[in-house]
């Protein structure tokens, strides 16, 4: 059994406990970071979510950096430039800077070309190093594993511990793919072995997550931490009847409508393709509904959905609800909690997420949330509470499992406090507190056994 000792110890602090004062207390003696190199090599935190491959791994970057931030630890995230006109540092808020990194052509790689470039992001990051006094860096946290492959040989060089959150892995995503999806490749496979066994620590979002990563990369006990992700609460946050109707007239939604919304990156993996065949589903048995029924898709193409930008408008078309879907592009935070109260039900019929954030944004405005029981979104969506989990992939089920949120204004209203109540218990403050015990926790590690893992790798 993997044990958790940073996630027990933030539970027994009383609730309410400031987030600094809990990070002092649960950490008597240790070093706290000054400041950390936070490595996303292939989506920046300055891109909008929702389209190419900004998504939750950018909110997530965002929000624990400012956090961060606000506990006197000094983030610098490094990300590769895709514009000549990127200016090489930007200040995303005090505290935090963005640092762009010259590695390959601006425009016109893909994420599966990058494995090329690492090299120069490499040399990008320790050239910035190398311009500081020793000891800039106290410890190197890295996102996704192509970070993981820079973090690696930059924490080793530095002579600091490296942290890394993974956020998705090959081994589970081919273990779930949709239906025409393209594996992961053998290359991922072996970069994220290799990340596993070079981390000193490891963040995963559930336990579920750091389950699979000590099953498929046999991750030790000791370097697995649960921090769950938070959501911006000053955002996100519920408005009642009178803010939904003020939101259905800003996005030119009919105030009587059942909407039911997908966010996100439209690619295989997300599967609103789900959706859509579930809706046909659901007009053809209660053709009634469709006079009331309203599916707003938000957001663009992404990964292998790139391939095929206008299937998805192609598959509504040819089920015949071409009049009930609207597909809209990726939009702010601001306008993205309008469309979250504005919706009946938030619709996630995901094949794979290490935690969903787009579902705890969702029920923190009081959008109860339709799921699929996968990763992560069991801990983020309460079955029969806040929401409802779906098993597998079948439209007719999800039809079903889709069906009261249009029918039952009652449920929705029930669900959508629930989902509330739920939401206000993910702050970002808490997620920030808690990473930052496992930063004090690896810099209170023995050198020599940091030196040790790292020369198995060499």
């Excluded at 393209?182 to 997550?209: F, H, S, W, Y």
């Amino acid at each position: 059994m993997i044990q958790h000792p940073v996630r027990s110890a933030r539970r027994a602090q009383p609730p309410g406990t400031p987030a600094r004062a809990r990070l002092q207390s649960l950490v008597p003696g240790r070093r706290r970071p000054r400041r950390i190199a936070m490595l996303s090599v292939h989506t920046s935190p300055l891109h909008q979510p929702g389209t190419g491959d900004a998504g939750g791994m950018n909110v997530y970057i965002v929000e624990l950096a400012k956090r961060l931030a606000e506990l006197n630890i000094e983030v610098e995230v490094f990300t590769r430039s895709i514009c000549s006109d990127d200016a090489p540092t930007v200040e995303l808020a005090p505290g935090v800077l963005v640092r762009h990194v010259t590695a390959g052509p601006y425009e016109g790689l893909l994420k599966e070309d990058l494995p090329a470039q690492l090299c120069a992001f490499t040399h990008g990051v320790l050239r910035t190093e190398a311009g500081h006094r020793p000891g800039h860096y106290d410890l190197v946290h890295s996102h996704y594993w192509l970070s993981g492959q820079v973090g690696w040989l930059a924490a080793q060089r530095w002579g600091v511990p490296l942290v890394h959150t993974m956020h998705t892995m090959a081994k589970v995503k081919n273990a779930a793919l949709a239906e025409g999806d393209t594996p992961e490749p053998a290359a991922r496979v072996i970069g994220e072995t290799q990340v596993v066994e070079a981390a000193d620590r490891l963040i995963a979002n559930t336990t579920e997550e750091a389950a699979e990563l000590a099953l498929h990369y046999s991750a030790r006990p000791d370097q697995l931490a649960v921090v769950h992700p938070g959501v911006n609460l000053d955002v996100f946050r519920p408005g009642g009847p009178q803010a939904r109707a003020a939101a259905r007239d800003r996005l030119g939604l009919p105030q009587h409508a059942a909407v039911l919304l997908f966010a996100g990156r439209i690619q295989p993996l997300k599967a609103p393709d789900v959706l859509l065949r579930a809706v046909a589903a659901l007009l053809e048995r209660r053709p009634e509904l469709r006079e009331r029924l309203v599916v707003p898709v938000v957001g663009g193409p992404s990964g292998t959905g790139l391939a095929r930008p206008e299937s998805l408008h192609k598959l509504a078309a040819q089920l015949g609800i071409g009049d009930v879907v609207r597909f809209h592009p990726p939009v702010g935070q601001t306008r993205l909690a309008d469309w979250y109260r504005a919706a009946t039900a938030l619709v996630m019929p995901s094949y794979s997420e290490s935690f969903g954030l787009v579902a705890l944004e969702a029920q923190a405005c009081g959008t109860p949330v339709v799921a699929a029981a996968v990763g992560g979104l069991p801990v983020a969506v309460r079955d029969g509470e806040s929401g409802t989990l779906v098993g597998g992939h079948d439209p007719h089920a999800w039809s079903y499992a889709l069906e009261p949120y249009v029918t039952d204004p009652e449920l929705v209203a029930r669900r959508g406090a629930a989902a509330a109540r739920h939401a206000a218990g993910f702050g970002w403050g808490a997620a920030a507190a808690t990473t930052a015990e496992v930063y004090a926790g690896s810099l209170a590690r023995p050198a020599g056994r940091l030196a040790v893992a790292r020369r198995r790798l060499v």
